[in-house]
């Protein structure tokens, strides 16, 4: 009988635990697509697409996953929220306000929209 409670016990540990691992983000208000609509470097502001020679978009998954599109070409990497908005693959600090939000990488700031 012992054996049996022990045995029960694990199955419902596993079942917990892998349920867990599925942490859905679907609630977030950062789940969509940001498109980057402007950059700037020292003051001076230049479209994304004058910089890439295209468009530069994250979609950002309700599982933890994003995809990066920059002028077709596409990376998968994963994202999470942070206190000022969010990050991805906790390399690159997005702060949002509203339905924008900024980057700065390198001394370039961009700026995305939320679509």
């Known amino acids: ?9 694990a199955i419902l540990v596993m079942c917990f635990a892998f349920v ?3 942490k859905s983000m679907a609630d977030s208000p950062y789940v969509g697509t940001w498109k980057a609509v402007n ?16 468009e530069m978009t994250f979609e950002l998954k309700d599982n933890g996953k994003c ?5 077709g070409e596409e990376e998968s ?5 942070n206190e000022d908005g969010f990050n991805v693959e906790d390399q690159f600090d997005f702060k949002v306000d509203g339905d924008k939000a900024t980057m ?10 939320k679509q």
Not at 67 to 71: E, G, K, S
Not at 77 to 81: D, L, N, R, V
Request: with cysteine.
């Open 1 to 9: 009988m012992r054996k049996k409670i022990m045995i029960a016990v």
């Open 20 to 22: 867990s691992c599925g």
């Open 77 to 81: 990497g994963k994202w999470s929220e």
């Open 104 to 113: 700065d990488y390198s001394g370039v700031t961009i700026t995305l929209e």
């Open 67 to 71: 995809v990066l599109n920059v002028a």
């Open 39 to 54: 950059a700037s470097y020292s003051g001076i502001e230049m479209s994304v697409e004058s910089i890439i020679g295209g």
